[in-house]
């Protein structure tokens, strides 16, 4: 249990500049500060976990008068996994394991608005910002409730040991679905069809990548659950069978991209067989599908008891890694859901 | 009542050769031969009109194993209304009026499939391939089905004039919505405010087209009906709205083009504005919702009736203005619904 002895410091990770293409490390700053103190109504907590995701790097930018943005010497958003120092917030106590927003920093205080207590007993208390968490959330929204797969359907998958395309493979593959995975390093692809279960991947770092993929789709693709953008999606969209699904979920490759690609323009080509195909292509972004998430933590909490459904946790040791890991991740450098552990966990 | 004299001769249009871009005269033959007789369980119409629409374009083409195509040396497919010269089909006798596809030509045999019994009494028969024929069950079904508009929002449809564009946007009046056209010429742009009561219409001729488009547009677009692809298109993406429905019917401006444009490559710049703002892009085609035809016969028949749908027509004389007439389709030179008058109509 955390001591909050006098001369504790707080130390947070501000976002300095906007990057221009790939975040550089002058693009943050590590800043301390006083802990401080809840105000009625409040509860303070140290964060044990930082949940690293891609779309931190869309917060980084300036708002397009859509998106969320943070602001220039604001601390880096982000979920985390923390414990109560102290509460004045009825309902929570000081020890309680809780999932909140601390960001990039050590302590944070919170009105309780998105916390949720968290038992140790029921799973990993880090899972709470992974596959029982907001990724979780993700694959199981964008696949089932955008993708719409159907048993006997090819369903592929970019990104595929990731935090979320792990678990929307798996979950294709419990509903009957025939998986491809696309990753990237060999042994990502091994750890997918192995441990994941899919029944193909093939890495997009393969020469003859679109032959590769079509391989391994010999029936064609009838859902693909984008994560990737780029050459992914080019190799994937003459293979999409008439009526197949594309739930824009994300695309890791266009986020550091400065100016568009050098042409030409396949605009046309996309939208022409979107007719001919009769495709549906969707974005989603989890945060309006919150109606959804005492469904998805009943099933994938089942299916991860019964060892159905596994996951893979990539963890780095400290606040002062975000940003290094933060750029792996943009450039597919980490193995699972990754993670900060931003203080010891007391559970493991 | 036509009169089948010994010696009468059927024309057809032929395809000759595979158009590369834009179809020339001599992509196209007209050739002559005896009339068919009808053989048990068949009947021979005469066709009274031809009607003319873009997706003939994509028959044209090779086939890309989706699309059906239109054989070398093969008559021309086509939506007809034409009138029954002898018939041993049940339920069709001599000089009834049908809805068939006889295609690019004078005469031909049926076996009733995708036959419709037509009453004068009901509609003039020539709107049993317009506004109440394939276009305008396009209409409905791409607007009410794949749209979803709701009142209050606005709607943008492209080719407004058109066979299509001027009933997807006096459904989507009718519906409560906020309508914006974009049409060509500023007579067609008149027309589609002072006659089918859209709200504003837009000349993608205009220099400053965007502009233009945006000041119509000044709640951003909720649905956009995409009919034409193309410059239209790029100005509509950056207007579109959070949880935008873009059904994509056509895109005529790409149908001639034999290489893709020049880049930039605006893929990416699309699917990440379809992420962001939650947009669904999605084809269809019209012949998947049969099921709709009575739903729209009914609502858009009673329209008609009420006086609170409109139409109008383009209809060129004889069947050799059949080519020049479509050439002019491609390039948008028609004002209405396309129709060739094969033979007189005995109804007007």
């Given at each position: 249990m955390?001591?909050l002895?006098?001369?504790?410091?707080?130390?947070?990770?501000t976002?300095?500049?906007?990057?221009?293409?790939?975040?550089?490390?002058?693009?943050?700053?590590?800043?301390?500060?006083?802990?401080?103190?809840p105000?009625?109504?409040?509860?303070?907590?140290?964060?044990?976990?930082?949940?690293?995701?891609?779309?931190?790097?869309?917060?980084m930018?300036?708002?397009?008068?859509?998106?969320?943005?943070?602001?220039?010497?604001?601390?880096?958003?982000?979920?985390t996994?923390?414990?109560?120092?102290?509460?004045?917030?009825d309902?929570?106590?000081?020890?309680?394991?809780i999932?909140?927003?601390?960001?990039?920093?050590e302590?944070?205080?919170?009105?309780?608005?998105?916390?949720?207590r968290?038992?140790?007993?029921?799973?990993?208390?880090?899972?709470?910002?992974?596959v029982?968490?907001?990724?979780?959330?993700?694959?199981?929204?964008g696949?089932?409730?955008?993708?719409?797969?159907?048993?006997?359907?090819?369903v592929?998958?970019?990104?595929?040991?990731g935090?979320?395309?792990?678990?929307?493979?798996?979950?294709?593959?419990?509903?009957?679905?025939?998986v491809?995975?696309?990753?990237?390093?060999?042994e990502?692809?091994?750890?997918?069809?192995?441990?994941?279960?899919?029944?193909?991947?093939?890495?997009?770092?393969e020469?003859?990548?679109?032959?590769?993929?079509?391989?391994a789709?010999?029936?064609?693709?009838?859902?693909?659950?984008?994560?990737?953008?780029?050459?992914?999606?080019?190799?994937?969209?003459?293979?999409?069978?008439?009526?197949a699904?594309?739930?824009?979920?994300?695309?890791?490759?266009?986020y550091?991209?400065t100016?568009?690609?050098?042409?030409?323009?396949?605009?046309?080509?996309?939208?022409?067989?979107?007719?001919?195909?009769?495709?549906?292509?969707?974005?989603?972004i989890?945060?309006?599908?919150?109606?959804?998430?005492?469904?998805?933590?009943?099933?994938?909490?089942?299916?991860i008891?019964?060892?159905?459904?596994?996951?893979?946790?990539?963890?780095?040791?400290?606040?002062?890694?975000?940003?290094?890991?933060?750029?792996?991740?943009?450039?597919?450098?980490?193995?699972?859901?990754?993670?900060?552990?931003?203080?010891?966990?007391?559970?493991?």
């Amino acid at each position: 249990m955390t001591d909050l002895s006098a001369g504790s410091r707080n130390r947070s990770i501000t976002l300095a500049a906007r990057p221009e293409g790939a975040p550089r490390a002058t693009d943050f700053k590590i800043v301390g500060g006083a802990v401080p103190r809840p105000g009625p109504g409040q509860l303070l907590s140290r964060t044990i976990y930082l949940s690293l995701d891609p779309y931190m790097r869309g917060r980084m930018n300036r708002s397009i008068g859509y998106a969320p943005t943070v602001d220039i010497g604001g601390v880096m958003v982000g979920g985390t996994v923390g414990q109560v120092v102290e509460s004045n917030l009825d309902g929570y106590g000081q020890g309680d394991f809780i999932l909140c927003s601390n960001g990039w920093q050590e302590y944070s205080l919170s009105d309780g608005t998105g916390v949720r207590r968290l038992d140790p007993a029921d799973a990993p208390i880090s899972t709470a910002v992974g596959v029982l968490g907001m990724p979780g959330h993700t694959a199981y929204v964008g696949l089932l409730d955008i993708g719409q797969p159907k048993p006997g359907e090819t369903v592929v998958v970019s990104a595929a040991s990731g935090a979320v395309g792990a678990v929307v493979g798996q979950i294709a593959r419990i509903k009957g679905c025939r998986v491809v995975g696309v990753a990237g390093a060999p042994e990502k692809c091994d750890y997918v069809t192995g441990e994941l279960g899919f029944d193909a991947c093939v890495s997009r770092y393969e020469e003859a990548f679109p032959e590769a993929l079509e391989a391994a789709c010999s029936d064609g693709i009838d859902v693909y659950f984008e994560n990737v953008g780029g050459a992914v999606f080019d190799a994937v969209l003459p293979l999409l069978n008439t009526y197949a699904r594309v739930p824009i979920c994300g695309r890791i490759a266009n986020y550091n991209q400065t100016e568009p690609p050098p042409g030409p323009n396949l605009v046309p080509r996309v939208m022409g067989l979107t007719l001919v195909r009769r495709l549906t292509i969707r974005g989603f972004i989890i945060f309006d599908h919150a109606d959804r998430e005492p469904d998805f933590l009943r099933d994938v909490g089942a299916w991860i008891r019964s060892g159905e459904l596994v996951y893979k946790e990539d963890v780095v040791e400290g606040l002062e890694q975000a940003v290094p890991a933060f750029q792996g991740l943009l450039k597919g450098r980490n193995f699972g859901k990754l993670l900060v552990r931003v203080a010891d966990d007391p559970t493991r």
